[in-house]
Nanobody, 125 residues
Framework: VQLQASGGGLVQAGGSLRLSCVVSGRTFSQRYMAWFRQSPGKERDFVAAMEWSAQRTYYADSVKGRFTISRDSARTTMSLQMNSLRPDDTAVYYC???????????????????WGQGTQVTVSS
């Protein structure tokens, strides 16, 4: 499976952005899809995940109520709607796919086999 992330940019605190991840290849074989983010000098942190067929969603506490993960019915695009952005949301955002991810490891970046190239999100104060 190939992943292509886009939609990042510069936004003021309180603003919104919508990230997209185009999924090609073995889209229906993925068990979970997710968004992670990474700031300079920090580890790659879990943001949100979706069970790809049933569309159950999971969020990091830091983004709950502000971010929404979704996908289209064709399972070719995953999105992350980000509202009420804060400066500490600044990071490179990556989409990830995992055919073998299980629920207990959905927030672990090492569980995902496939990654997009990342898109920069910068939130100014």
């Amino acid at each position: 499976v190939q992943l292509q992330a886009s939609g990042g940019g510069l936004v003021q605190a309180g603003g919104s952005l919508r990230l997209s991840c185009v999924v090609s290849g073995r889209t229906f074989s993925q068990r979970y899809m997710a968004w992670f983010r990474q700031s300079p000098g920090k580890e790659r942190d879990f943001v949100a995940a979706m069970e790809w067929s049933a569309q159950r969603t999971y969020y990091a506490d830091s983004v709950k109520g502000r971010f929404t993960i979704s996908r289209d019915s064709a399972r070719t695009t995953m999105s992350l709607q980000m509202n009420s952005l804060r400066p500490d949301d600044t990071a490179v955002y990556y989409c990830a796919a995992g055919p073998s991810v299980i629920l207990s490891s959905v927030a672990s970046h090492s569980a995902y086999a496939n990654w997009g190239q990342g898109t920069q999100v910068t939130v100014s104060s």
